[in-house]
């Protein structure tokens, strides 16, 4: 699909002009004579750029661009002018518009504007509404044919394995694959297996009976049964003990589960997506993983790419995130400088999606006028490489996931909770206190 141009002037014949210049250079040009009818074009066919002379009949070029802006963020916005000034010129880019350029126009120098635009926006591929990949902003042609393989397994029961490193997205792709299935009308349950000791994971994934343990003091029916007729997402999977393992993989060969306590198993129908960051065929090799259990789990394998090597998301991902703070909301910040968004999208991105979400907050909270600038985005960048939680951070959110799961196994009960942790009650209703955590939140 060839990139699109959208070219917009009351000026018949310039319009002539300069299609025929770009359709030459391999762009399909589409033209309008008026904003009216740019916005008409917009909302039939997908467009990569749009180039506007400033003064029109009607409304002008940076009333088209305010339009555009509304209704397509990220989508950038090349103005012409022939009667141009340096105060217009330095308003329209300090509003978001992509460049502002002078007639008569330089053939090279649109050019290379109209290039260094596409690159931004991504092009002209229009987006993909399906409903079961709309959490799932993409345009990197990897990313499409891993869903398109989603969309081919989705409806059989092979389990799948999802890696990437952390925070490249791999619960949201599980989500993509639970959506996709239209058979399972059952729900989606994660759990991250790499957050619970032993214990109270095996009674999170098989559930217990009243009086398995200390603190048993009601049944649990366990995640395998909450997400029976739907999908169970088995979330860092390589942290998951050997022995719980070894139960695990039996649960899988015989789609039966046995909770904790009990003498008699029950049938389960629960499609598994486990998902890890972690190489597993190097922890197999190490005794950290067993073989039996890793061939059971990796029927299918998705492997999703680092937001570095699929570059040509970053721009929808940062509108995405934009559009979703209380900055861009309450009209106070709409948009990212033309350089700001060049950072973004030469970063290496370590933290992956989740790094970009993070610096798209970020500078959203902190800019001072409704483009953000390339030198917020660099700060946010430095704080963001630099940033590494103390191990006393580390613990303090081990310590509160903990305490929550504890009282949900307890129905709420800081008494058996005490217990089941091993902690006296005065002890533990300071953990309690200290963490804010209000234990009558998780009763029955």
Not at 123 to 144: C, F, L, N, Q, Y
């Amino acid at each position: 699909m060839r990139d699109r141009v959208l070219l917009v002037d009351d000026d018949a014949s310039f319009l002539k002009l300069l299609s025929i210049r770009l359709e030459a250079e391999g762009y399909e040009v589409f033209t309008a004579e008026s904003a009216d009818r740019a916005m008409q074009e917009l909302r039939n066919s997908p467009i990569g750029v749009v180039v506007t002379d400033l003064r029109m009949e009607g409304a002008s070029g940076l009333d088209l661009f305010e339009q555009t802006r509304h209704y397509y963020p990220g989508l950038p916005v090349i103005i012409m002018s022939a009667q141009g000034t340096i105060p217009e010129a330095v308003t329209a880019t300090q509003r978001g518009v992509f460049e502002f350029l002078t007639k008569p126009v330089d053939k090279g120098q649109l050019l290379v504007s109209i290039r260094a635009a596409l690159h931004q926006s991504g092009g002209a591929k229009a987006e993909v509404v399906d409903g079961w990949r709309e959490h799932i902003v993409t345009r990197s042609p990897v990313m499409e044919r891993i869903l398109n393989q989603v969309k081919q397994v989705a409806g059989s029961d092979v389990n799948i394995l999802v890696t990437g490193a952390s925070g490249s997205g791999k619960e949201l792709l599980a989500r993509a694959i639970h959506e996709a299935d239209e058979q399972r009308q059952g729900p989606m349950v994660a759990v991250n297996c790499g957050a619970l000791p032993e214990q109270l994971l095996e009674s999170e994934l098989f559930g217990h009976v009243k009086g398995a343990f200390t603190g048993a003091v009601s049944e649990h029916p366990g995640l395998f049964r909450a997400a029976n007729g739907g999908t169970l997402l088995l979330d860092e999977i390589g942290d998951i003990p050997l022995a719980l393992q070894v139960k695990l993989l039996r649960a899988l060969q015989e789609r039966r589960i046995r909770p904790v306590g009990s003498t008699v198993s029950e049938p389960v129908d629960v499609r598994i997506i486990a998902a890890t960051n972690r190489d597993l065929e190097k922890d197999m090799r190490e005794g950290l993983f067993r073989e039996d259990l890793f061939y059971r789990l990796n029927v299918v394998n998705f492997h999703l790419p680092s937001l570095a090597e699929r570059a040509e998301d970053i721009p929808l991902l940062a509108h995405r995130f934009l559009r979703d703070t209380g900055a861009y909301q309450m009209g106070n910040v709409t948009s990212f400088a033309p350089s700001a968004m060049e950072v973004m999208i030469h970063a290496p991105w370590p933290g992956n999606v989740r790094q970009l979400q993070n610096v798209v907050q970020r500078t959203a909270a902190l800019s001072t006028s409704p483009v953000i600038t390339e030198a917020l985005v660099r700060e946010a960048l430095t704080v963001a490489d630099h940033y590494l939680p103390s191990l006393s951070q580390a613990r303090q959110q081990f310590e509160h996931d903990y305490l929550v799961k504890v009282l949900r196994l307890t129905s709420g009960s800081v008494a058996d909770a005490a217990v089941l942790a091993q902690r006296n009650r005065t002890d533990f209703y300071k953990l309690l206190k200290r963490h804010k955590i209000n234990p009558d939140r998780f009763k029955a």
